[in-house]
């Protein structure tokens, strides 16, 4: 999918539902959001969607952080928008062109831009700090960051090389430390 129509989503869903958050919104749109523990260990998965009998389901890893619990759900909502009813979507590997894996880029993507807005990237870029320290202001990883410098880069912001390059399946193993505290990053 292009930039424009994974942003012309964001931006539609946004104006349908101004000031509300992501969880008002799943509420809106008749999601059904499930939290249960499926572990913490590296191979535990993450968050899948559902589409059955006409019902939009979204089960989240509740062992996980909340602030990654967040992501999660961002990113499986934009597989409800963008890859509506297309059954079975959870974080596993995937080749770089598989479809698979271009359908997790999209929902990269969304929740980029679902989740920060321009100026508040711009704003922590400009209180004179690294991309990494930016994505930890930002309260996402790195990694979120640098799918959201894509969309910025082209929207024709002058932004810096980011150093890193986030693969689409990036979320099946993001690392979550013991004792970090990434509600308070």
């Known amino acids: 999918m292009s930039y424009e129509y994974i942003c012309t989503q964001v931006a539609k869903l946004l104006k349908k539902y101004p000031g509300c958050s992501l969880k008002q919104i799943l509420d809106a749109k008749h999601i059904i959001v499930l939290y249960q523990p499926l572990g913490n260990d590296e191979d535990a998965i993450k968050g899948f969607y559902l589409y059955n009998s006409r019902k939009h389901v979204i089960t989240i890893n509740s ?25 079975v ?27 920060m807005s321009d100026e ?20 996402v990883p790195a990694e979120m960051l640098d799918f959201k410098f894509r969309i910025m880069k082209w929207r024709g912001y002058k932004m810096m090389e980011a150093p890193i390059l986030a693969p689409s399946n ?3 193993d993001i690392p979550i430390p013991e004792n970090h505290d990434w509600d308070n990053a």
């Open 170 to 172: 990036f979320l099946k």
């Open 63 to 87: 062992d996980l952080p909340e602030n990654i619990q967040r992501i999660i759900l961002a990113h499986e909502l934009g597989h409800v928008v963008l890859h509506r009813g297309s059954g």
């Open 89 to 115: 979507k959870c974080f596993h590997d995937v080749t770089l062109f598989d479809e698979s894996s271009l359908m997790e880029k999209d929902a990269n993507l969304f929740a980029a831009e679902l989740l």
């Open 120 to 139: 508040d990237v711009l704003e922590a870029l400009n209180s004179d700090c690294t991309f990494f320290t930016a994505a930890a202001k930002l309260n």
